[in-house]
């Protein structure tokens, strides 16, 4: 009942910036919050930056100060902007959405590459 549209990965240089946008649609369950995610080859998904229904943002220690995590309510939107890219950034980002019945809905990610 939640679908997510992931976009605005790309290739980025050392030290610049990307924006990730994260589409939502849903229907007939409630979200509670939104997270954005990282896979890197041969590792865990790990959670980089989260917000809840009432605005309230969480960042893992290496985006804090670097990534910002905000709402389009308008356009039905959650983004990632991300500065300051380093190589350890690179990774398939993936947006989902954790309903108030507690199941979490993935999107298909999008690719981040870090790279001179």
């Known amino acids: 009942q939640v679908q997510l549209v992931e976009s605005g990965g790309g290739l980025v240089q050392p030290g610049g910036s990307l924006t990730l946008s994260c589409e939502l649609t849903s229907s007939g369950v409630t979200i509670t919050s939104v997270g954005w995610y990282r896979r890197v080859p041969g590792t865990q998904v790990e959670l980089v930056a989260s917000?809840?229904?009432?605005?309230?943002?969480w960042y893992q220690d290496s985006a804090k100060g670097r990534f910002t995590i905000s709402r389009d309510s308008a356009k039905g939107t959650v983004n990632l902007k991300m500065n300051s890219l380093t190589p350890d950034d690179a990774a398939v980002y993936l947006c989902?959405?954790?309903?108030?019945?507690?199941?979490?809905?993935w999107g298909r990610g999008t690719q981040v590459t870090v790279s001179s």
């Open positions: 917000i809840t229904a009432d605005g309230e943002r």
């Open positions: 989902a959405a954790r309903t108030s019945n507690g199941p979490r809905y």
